[in-house]
C-alpha cells in the first residue's frame, strides 16, 4: 500500500485509518471507514485509489506551479496590488509567508477540481498561466483557472498570485458559476525571451519551461 494517507472518495479529505496489523485486519475484515467532513463511509481500497489518484493530479499541479514563479519577480505592496486589482482592496487579499503555505492554501482552493480529476471526470480543468504587464511579454503574477461540476452550472475559481517582499505572496480570490468549460489558451508564450508552457491540468504532461529563481 502507498505511504500517503487515506482520502475520502466523496470529498477528497485525509481519513484516518489504522496502521500495521490493525490496517491489515481492517482490509481483511473488508470494513468500512468512515469521513470525519462529510459522514459517508467508504472501503479502504475506494480511500487508497482515491489517495493515489488525487496525489497524482497534486503532483503534477505542484511542479508546474513552483516552475512557473521562476518568473514571477519580488514585488513591493503598492506594486504588487496592481497585479492583482482587487475589487475591495485589502480584505479580499490573502497573505501567505512562504512557498508550503501558497501550496496548503490552494489545494484548498480547487480541491474539487483535484477530487474530480481524481474521479475521472474530464471535465474537471486548471489552468496555469502568467499575468503580463500592460503592455509587454513580462510575468508579474499567476493567474489559476479551476472549474468543476456535472450540472448545468460549474463551480468556478480564478486565484491570481504575485511575490510579495522575499519570500512571501500575495493571493486574491474570486468564486463563481459558469455554464461555459474554460476556454483552451494558448499552449505557449514567450516571456523575457523564454518560452513558458501555459498549463493545462488537461494536458498535464508538457512541462513549464524553468526559470531563473
Same mark, same amino acid.
Not at 479580499?92 to 477540481?113: M, S
Given at each position: +500500500?502507498?505511504?500517503?494517507?487515506?482520502?475520502?472518495?466523496?470529498?477528497?479529505?485525509?481519513?484516518? =485509518?489504522?496502521?500495521?496489523?490493525?490496517?491489515?485486519?481492517? +482490509?481483511? !475484515?473488508?470494513?468500512?471507514?468512515?469521513?470525519?467532513?462529510?459522514?459517508?463511509?467508504?472501503?479502504?481500497?475506494?480511500?487508497?485509489?482515491?489517495?493515489?489518484?488525487?496525489?497524482?493530479?497534486?503532483? !503534477?499541479?505542484?511542479?508546474?506551479?513552483?516552475?512557473?514563479?521562476?518568473?514571477?519577480?519580488?514585488?513591493?505592496?503598492?506594486?504588487?496590488?496592481?497585479?492583482?486589482?482587487?475589487?475591495?482592496?485589502?480584505?479580499?487579499?490573502?497573505?501567505?509567508?512562504?512557498?508550503?503555505?501558497?501550496?496548503?492554501?490552494?489545494?484548498?482552493?480547487?480541491?474539487?477540481?483535484?477530487?474530480?480529476?481524481?474521479?475521472?471526470?474530464?471535465? =474537471?480543468?486548471?489552468?496555469?498561466?502568467?499575468?503580463?504587464?500592460?503592455?509587454?511579454?513580462?510575468?508579474?503574477?499567476?493567474?489559476?483557472?479551476?472549474?468543476?461540476?456535472?450540472?448545468?452550472?460549474?463551480?468556478?475559481?480564478?486565484?491570481?498570485?504575485?511575490?510579495?517582499?522575499?519570500?512571501?505572496? +500575495?493571493?486574491?480570490?474570486?468564486?463563481?458559476?459558469?455554464?461555459?468549460?474554460?476556454?483552451?489558451?494558448?499552449?505557449?508564450?514567450?516571456?523575457?525571451?523564454?518560452?513558458?508552457?501555459?498549463?493545462? +491540468?488537461?494536458?498535464?504532461?508538457? =512541462?513549464?519551461?524553468?526559470?531563473?529563481?
Amino acid at each position: +500500500m502507498s505511504d500517503k494517507p487515506l482520502m475520502c472518495p466523496a470529498c477528497a479529505t485525509h481519513i484516518d =485509518a489504522p496502521h500495521g496489523l490493525a490496517a491489515v485486519l481492517v +482490509m481483511l !475484515q473488508r470494513a468500512h471507514l468512515k469521513c470525519r467532513k462529510c459522514g459517508r463511509n467508504s472501503h479502504p481500497k475506494d480511500a487508497q485509489i482515491m489517495s493515489d489518484s488525487y496525489n497524482h493530479w497534486f503532483g !503534477q499541479f505542484r511542479l508546474q506551479i513552483e516552475a512557473a514563479m521562476g518568473y514571477l519577480p519580488h514585488l513591493e505592496r503598492g506594486p504588487a496590488i496592481e497585479v492583482l486589482k482587487p475589487r475591495h482592496f485589502d480584505d479580499d487579499i490573502h497573505h501567505l509567508h512562504t512557498f508550503r503555505e501558497l501550496l496548503r492554501y490552494t489545494e484548498e482552493v480547487f480541491r474539487p477540481v483535484f477530487r474530480d480529476r481524481a474521479l475521472g471526470y474530464d471535465d =474537471a480543468e486548471l489552468l496555469i498561466s502568467p499575468l503580463n504587464k500592460d503592455g509587454s511579454n513580462v510575468a508579474m503574477g499567476l493567474s489559476l483557472s479551476g472549474h468543476c461540476g456535472h450540472n448545468h452550472e460549474q463551480d468556478c475559481w480564478t486565484l491570481l498570485i504575485a511575490r510579495y517582499g522575499p519570500k512571501g505572496f +500575495m493571493t486574491y480570490l474570486t468564486v463563481g458559476h459558469s455554464k461555459h468549460p474554460l476556454s483552451e489558451p494558448p499552449r505557449s508564450v514567450s516571456l523575457e525571451g523564454k518560452p513558458i508552457q501555459v498549463w493545462s +491540468m488537461k494536458h498535464h504532461k508538457e =512541462a513549464v519551461g524553468v526559470g531563473s529563481h
